[in-house]
């Protein structure tokens, strides 16, 4: 029961160090400058995904 204790809480202080590095190292997002979320219909081309590699 101790080993699984032990685990569990080097598991998430690892996550919140990973997150806080994560944060601290990383520009803010500008969201004028970010893809649309949803671009269905708006004749924006597919990019930077599996989908933007089909032949045209």
Known sequence: ?????????????????LIALD???????????APPLLALGSG???SGAHCAALPQ
């Open 23 to 33: 944060l601290g190292w990383s520009k803010p997002l500008d969201p004028y400058k």
């Open 44 to 46: 924006q081309a597919a």
């Open 1 to 17: 029961m101790k080993t699984r204790r032990l685990t569990a809480i080097v598991a998430l202080a690892s996550l919140g160090a």
